[in-house]
């Protein structure tokens, strides 16, 4: 397996543009993650998805942000709109179900770095 | 709630070193689990352990867990350049044992 998969990479845009990342997440795993990493606030759960419903998002900062999970290999957080504070590298983690235990090891995409200019 | 904070922020030793690495939690976990992140690269998982185990091992690390004081440790011997990386412990509470993770120790091995 690939392991997760992030798109873009990089992106860099104008405060006021619409962003929109994208997550293919491992094969066969019901669960799935949106963090925000910044130095000065460490790694942030935005929100998470089980079965593509999404559970919890309690994370997500405001109204501009959304997230969708249209089907199991596939989601997108998008901003809209962007602001310089939105600044950081977005990751995208998957999971599955072990037994009893709704989730366990996640498996990290290698992350969006995000700019805000 | 944070459930992981690992102390020291920052770490710097020579390799052949031991790195040890603490973190504590504040309600009662399912499991706690170790990861490591290099430089500009998502985390990768190290090694779980469950709140009913004390201690675990994987290669040079070895992990505790001392669920009276709320806290782990994580120790990875003889040290290498490559083990320069940020390290992190995520605590599982509740029935969806979904880990919190911790602002990270940052650990730096000279050659």
């Known amino acids: 397996d690939a392991g997760v998969i992030q798109s873009p990479r990089h992106e860099v845009t104008e405060m006021g543009q619409e962003v929109t990342l994208r997550c293919k997440p491992i094969?066969?795993?019901?669960?799935l993650f949106w963090y925000r990493q910044t130095m000065m606030r460490g790694l942030e759960l935005l929100i998470y998805?089980?079965?593509?419903?999404?559970?919890?998002d309690s994370g997500m900062p405001e109204d501009r942000f959304s997230a969708k999970m249209p089907n199991a290999s596939f989601s997108t957080l998008k901003i809209q709109p962007s602001e310089p504070r939105d600044s950081a590298v977005y990751f995208c983690?998957?999971?599955?179900?072990?037994?009893?235990?709704?989730?366990?090891?996640?498996?990290f995409g290698p992350g969006t770095r995000l700019t805000v200019l | 709630s944070q459930q992981g904070e690992e102390d020291p922020q920052a770490l710097s030793i020579q390799e052949g070193e031991n790195a040890t690495m603490n973190c504590s939690y504040k309600?009662?976990?399912?499991?706690l689990q170790w990861y490591r992140q290099n430089s500009g690269r998502g985390l990768v998982h190290l090694i779980l352990?469950?709140?009913?185990?004390r201690e675990k091992h994987s290669g040079r690390l070895r992990v505790t867990l001392d669920t009276s004081k709320k806290s782990s440790s994580l120790l990875i011997t003889a040290s290498r350049a490559a083990d320069t990386a940020s390290y992190f412990c995520a605590g599982a509470s509740g029935g969806s044992y979904i880990p919190t993770f911790g602002r990270g120790t940052s650990l730096i091995v000279h050659p």
């Open positions: 094969s066969g795993h019901d669960y």
């Open positions: 309600t009662s976990i399912n499991n």
């Open positions: 983690a998957s999971s599955s179900t072990v037994g009893f235990r709704s989730a366990d090891t996640q498996y």
């Open positions: 352990i469950r709140s009913n185990e």
């Open positions: 998805f089980n079965n593509n419903v999404p559970i919890d």
